[in-house]
């Protein structure tokens, strides 16, 4: 327990040093350099100059004598402002990490710096000590260590991440999946990347164009080979074999030699073929899944696995990331290794489709775009292609367009909230590339429910759950009956029944 | 809405309307000073036709705004409804577009009152917490409840969860 102080009047020394540091430049430039410029622009420039350091300078100092902070047993208690006075409570037990350092200018002063760091993100994501005594930060790090003796913040987090080696296994982890030719074959296709040598191939046409001069030149051999039926087909020909083989070997090159194998707690991933690249994924801290399918995928039966994921604290970093198992698996087989690595996971593939009365909302709905395309098009009336009402066909166009993409995405909404084994809930959208997303509901950070006008008259609701990742992940359904919105809220509710707390 | 399954009761100060009354009244007012600025200038040095559209347009917008700003503060507080237990921090707001928020208590990270002079005027406080993902406000309490609620916050929030 501490009174309240004021922060080491060194940080306005230090902050001060960061401003000369800072504008050393503009003096040079203003100063020096444009010494003896007369223009308008110099001068206006060391007027705005002048006046961001003098407000600079005051600032420092108006932050020095309001800024002020506080240690009780549990938390501290940082309070700022004269006129928008605020005080802000962090608990011990929010901090994760500490860091301590003293660059040249704190070892001068024999003094430190010292972060706090939480889970937030943003500005105030930390408690900082911008300069702060070897033995105030001493004491502050070990009143909070004895505060929160119990329950240890630093630095063990429990997630040590094992060594990932290349090349070979211990002993008992369980290999999920190896991409074989085929699986090779089926992902160049569907990834489409044969189709990126069609620019290449386009502007090399119009390069021998230029270098061959075609126009000019008009009895060139490139000229003659061109016009002639069967040497263009071959020419399409080897084009086509060329992209195809250039397709599959871009993805052999970056999918080839893929391999998903899992132990109790991570999961590990290589991949491949000339730099091998191999990591790993705490099982513990998969925050989320999501299952990918584009047409494409669809039409083929593959499915792409990407799992949300909080990184190993102990690392000094706050590290939040997403990993792709592997954007080309067969369906049931994603289905099955999922349930496989993460068996606490449980997909359910029977899901609730919205009502119908939602399908004609989602119609009938105004589209603000296409009122104000149209309303542009109404106004300007361009003539395409010599068509007088090319506006009016644009315009049904785009109507149909919209109305088309509505309807896909209604028929693809689905949500499953399962309440059996164990807790979960499922949401499927979109339009042209489906995903299905799925959570615990203990990893779940917050949900809300919305309604406007029209829904509260229609008795529907929009439900978002909110996951940590980077950035932040909001999922859910809109125009969920109110019924099943109102179990929404319920079942997180019900949450304080698996959240075990030390 | 979900009013069966114990929906947040308590509700913000009434003097918010007030403040929130002044807060508006005087954004409106440095509004139309700048608009009236514009006008000015746009007559004395004849700026072109489309400025003087998009003026009268904004004006448009700005007396709309003037209007709602009226109403607003009286929906507003007549919706706003908070609790905090030891499980969660709910608030529910929006006349218009209603919504709930459920904010499970240990995954607040931090949680401030602040109070600036509008607000120290009428002897109130706003309260905000911060989650690893979001930030709430719960706009107007009296100065001694929103203090109680910070604390209480932070009492409930310093409980950690074994897996974050």
Redesign the interface.
Known sequence: MTKKRRYSPLVMLFEFGKLGKNSFFFVVFLYVIKADSTSLFITYGRIIFLLAVVLTVFSIIYQWFTHRYELDD??FHLYK?L????????????IQNINRRAPLFHRIFNMTSIHFE????GD?AAVTFKVISQKEAERIETFLKSATKH?EVYPNDGFDVPPVEVGHHAPNRIIHFQSTRKDIFKASFTSLSFLILIPFIGSFYFKTNEIFDVRHTAEGLFERMISTWWAVAIIVIVLTIASVAFGIVKTFLKYGNYEISSDSDYIYISKGVIDETAFSISK??VQAIEIEQSLLKRWFGLAGVKLTS?GSLSSGEHKLEVNTLYPFLPVHKAYAMIADILPSYTITKEMTRLPKKVFWLRMLWPSWFWLIVTGFLLYFKPTILKLEQAWLILSVVLLFWILGVRWLDFFHTRYRMNKHFMQFMQFKKGVLKTSLFISKR?KV?????????VQ?RLGL?SIRT???GKP?RHAGVDDVP?EF??AF??W??D??NE???? | MTSTLNAPQKRLAKEAIKVWLISDMIANLIGFLVLGILFYLDIRFSWKEWIRLLLIILTVFALIGGVWSLIHPFLSYKNWRYDADEQFLQLKLGAIKEMHQLVPMTKIQSVATEQGPLLRRYGLCSVSVETMGSSHTIPALPKRAAIELRNQIATYAKIKEVEQ
């Open positions: 549990k938390s402002g006129f928008n006075k605020s005080e802000r409570i962090i608990p011990f037990s929010k939480t889970g937030m993100i105030n329950n513990e801290r909080v203990e950070i917050e949900v809300n429910v919305t309604r406007n006008l509260k609701a909110i996951n940590r932040i109110i919105a109102n809220v319920k997180y509710k949450r304080e959240v075990t707390v030390e």
